[in-house]
């Protein structure tokens, strides 16, 4: 069965510094990867999605991830954080063509030092 | 603005009673999913549909939790009889199905049984 592994629950960093989430999967065949992101009380919102096209995925609010197959990782980075990106970060993995429901990782706390 | 709508937002109950929570997924989306989301399990797959025919509701306890779609605008997830361990934030998702792997998530609904 399809796993993903998120390193680290929480992550901090200072604002304005690099974010890195790491993200590694389990599966012999590459699947879908997305990264999503939750803030307090809302629902999940795609960060980005890799679908087997360009290995550097670029997303929304300066987030990109990189799709490494030799290292099955899907590590999600920003260059500069900024306050408002302080949230829950979900990476996730489908495989099946895409009809199946996604298999998400734990899930990394990102606090953001001021 | 096309948006999953969920219903109730926030539900406390006693336990032994029954809680149905509702889901509006997007106009013209074909798969919705139920996922249930708890501190130490983290997002967890209950069922999803396609088309509204139930293809996996494997992560679901068969003996008190049924998920139905009885028509294209409303899926609904009913647990009989509620317990305290079944307190969690329930989340609802679609997408359009094969090949796009995109979920759009609802705004869950937070569950406390006591």
New interface residues.
Partial sequence: AQSVTQLGSHVSVSEGALVLLRCNYSSSVPP?L?W?VQYP??????LL?Y?SAATLVKGINGFEAEFKKSETSFHLTKPSAHMSDAAEY?CAA?TG???????????THLIIQP | DARVTQTPRDKVTEMGQEVTMRCQPILGHNTVFWYRQTMMQGLELLAYFRNRAPLDDSGMPKDRFSAEMPDATLATLKIQPSEPRDSAVYFCASGLGVNTGELFFGEGSRLTVL
């Fill in positions: 879908y997305f999503y009380n809302q629902g999940l919102q795609l999605k679908t979900f489908q063509g895409g009809a199946d429901g996604l298999t998400f990782g734990k899930g």
